[in-house]
């Protein structure tokens, strides 16, 4: 926080998507402006700034003068395109929508347009977290020129869940240079790396053999990202859905704020899953029970006991 206090007043533009505009608020970049934020935190922002930042709830995107606030993840993409309308006017971001497949509205005063988390996702999600219901896990091949939104959109979404994870995977521990330039280490290495529940790939890469032979001879699924980075998201519910459930893709969805696909299917093998699911949680509260029951049996024979003497 000290270190954006010191530098954001000197910054031309202050782009603070999603959670960003907890910490702009906090450094005080915010005072005097109005902002939204992240649908899961923006009551407790409202409530934190006392009056000082307008926090406006029902916007997607809020712009005001050089201070660009919007929705947690998939808003971060609306704000990026709402600086280049204000930067270089409305036809320009217009285009760059097109080139992504987002559907983009030029409409600053436009609602949210997504569902708000309820509460039952998070008791879902504690009871996600509290279960070994079995880590689903996507392995993303991380090469040069890869898109980073179809990389994001991957590792923003399925994490989200407690139920799967995603991980990027290369030949060598190396710096790998990304579409517009970032260059980042994989977190796995071939061969060190775990076989994952399935394979994401950029299109027209060279995939490794290891990871070939995986898809070949273990039957993993592989996916190649979309050559338009905006159904990307879509992309990666839709793998969600299959794996853990429509129901589960809806809550991640409805968590990195995203449009939800319709119609999000699922396949065969989840339900054979879930039925087993079913079975192991129908099992394991049986044996509490039991162990419950047997507990408290000895609970009132002692008390019973104690109440007896023997006769002198």
């Known amino acids: 926080v000290e270190a954006v206090k010191q530098r954001g007043p000197q910054a031309q533009l202050v782009l603070a998507p999603g959670e960003g505009s907890r910490l702009a608020a906090l450094a005080g970049l915010l005072e005097g402006h109005q902002a939204t934020g992240h649908i899961v935190s923006i009551h407790k922002l409202a409530q934190q700034a006392q009056g000082h930042v307008r926090f406006v709830e029902d916007r997607r995107v809020v712009v005001d003068g050089a201070r660009v606030t919007s929705a947690g993840g998939a808003g971060a993409i609306d704000a990026a395109l709402a600086t280049v309308a204000a930067r270089a006017g409305t036809p320009r971001a217009q285009a760059i929508a097109r080139e992504l497949d987002w559907s983009w509205s030029a409409d600053l005063g436009a609602p949210r347009g997504t569902e708000a988390p309820r509460g039952s996702d998070f008791a879902r999600l504690l009871l996600n977290a509290g279960f070994d219901w079995g880590r689903r896990y996507a392995g993303i091949l991380l090469s040069p020129g890869i898109s980073e939104l179809g990389l994001g959109a ?159």
Do not use: C, M
Not at 224 to 251: M, N, S
Not at 298 to 310: D, E
């Open 154 to 312: 991957w590792i923003e979404t399925f994490p989200r869940s407690l139920l799967a994870r995603a991980y990027t995977v290369a030949p060598e521990r190396s710096l790998v240079r990304t579409a517009h330039g970032l260059q980042l280490v994989p977190s796995e290495t071939l061969p060190d790396s775990f076989p994952p529940d399935v394979i994401v790939t950029a299109p027209g890469v060279n995939v490794p053999a290891l990871l070939e032979s995986w898809s070949r001879d273990l039957g993993i699924p592989t996916q190649t990202l979309p050559e338009a980075p905006g159904r990307t998201l879509d992309q990666a519910l839709q793998a969600l859905a299959e794996q853990d459930g429509p129901e589960v893709a809806r809550i991640s969805a409805r968590l990195i704020e995203a449009q939800i696909p319709d119609p999000l299917r699922a396949t065969g093998a989840l339900h054979k899953k879930t039925a087993w699911l079913l079975f192991r949680i129908v099992l394991l509260g049986s044996l509490g029970i039991l162990i419950f029951r047997s507990v408290l049996r000895g609970i009132v024979s002692r008390r019973n006991v104690g109440r007896f003497t023997l006769p002198a």
